[in-house]
């Protein structure tokens, strides 16, 4: 028995990086997959349905609580249920505060915070509903415990995102819902790499930064996501697992 055999999973940012390899790992366990993003990838969507399960692209800016909404009830209206939400679209800023235009800085937060707060609102009135229960995961980052220079729009964004699951996580735990956060390091994915260029000694630089002296693979970033979201995690709600090779042990 696959571990989400029969499954609904919800996931945003799901056409490429982190939320691309997500999408087709639990694919891959037998859950169908809904991905919620501004820009369709057919490619996506093709490698997802070779793993035998049924996907769905619903386009959705998620800072838009309208279409988070729609495309929630969507989800349910074309699967029957929703059981599993990674929520996992997100941006980043490269202006300090003094040089940060206001348009700056609700664009990051409006993505990052308040999307998934949108997204939890409405996962949650679904997933109080049915029987069963669920499960969410919210893509943070190493950013939601330290800091850069340049970043006061994801940091705060990150920051805010753990509180935000520690909150949820209280509030559904007798509901059987669990609601857990991923903590990423730099992963090599085109989020990062188009917004820091891929020169060697850029690279290297941030390599240095973990321990284990390497960017860490969405796939990586993705199993993390499955434990996290499946049975064997079935006594883990409210928790931030950090996966940076060592970044925060420094």
């Known amino acids: 028995m696959k571990r989400f055999e029969n499954k609904v999973a919800f996931i945003t940012g799901g056409n490429s990086g982190i939320g691309k390899a997500a999408a ?4 891959r366990e037998g859950a169908n997959v809904v991905i919620a993003d501004i820009n369709e990838n057919s490619e996506t969507l093709e490698e997802i349905a070779r793993e035998g399960t049924h996907v769905k692209f619903i386009k959705c800016d998620v800072s838009n609580a309208s279409e988070v909404s729609l495309a929630v009830s969507e989800t349910v209206k074309i ?20 040089e940060k235009s206001i348009e700056e800085w609700h664009k990051v937060l409006g993505v990052n915070l308040n999307g998934v707060f949108y997204c939890m609102k409405y996962q949650l009135e679904q997933m109080r509903k049915q029987q069963g229960g669920g499960s969410i995961v919210n893509m943070g980052s190493i950013m939601s415990m330290v800091s850069e220079i340049g970043i006061a729009s994801y940091a705060s964004s990150k920051h805010g995102l ?9 509030e559904n735990a007798k509901s059987n819902i669990r609601v857990n956060a ?6 090599e994915t085109p989020l990062l790499m188009d917004n820091s260029g891929s ?7 941030m390599e240095s930064k973990h321990p284990m002296g390497r960017l860490g693979k969405p ?11 499946s049975e064997d995690a079935s006594f883990c709600t409210g928790a931030y ?7 925060l042990i420094q």
């Open 241 to 247: 697992l950090p996966v940076d090779g060592g970044y």
């Open 182 to 187: 991923i903590g990423p390091g730099y992963i």
């Open 199 to 205: 020169g060697k000694e850029y690279r290297e630089y």
């Open 219 to 229: 796939e990586e970033i993705a199993k993390a996501f499955l434990f996290l979201a």
């Open 79 to 98: 699967f029957g249920s929703l059981d599993v939400a990674l929520n996992n679209a997100g941006i980043v800023d490269s202006s300090q505060i003094h």
């Open 162 to 170: 753990v509180g935000l699951t520690k909150v949820a996580a209280l």
């Open 24 to 27: 087709i790992l639990i694919a």
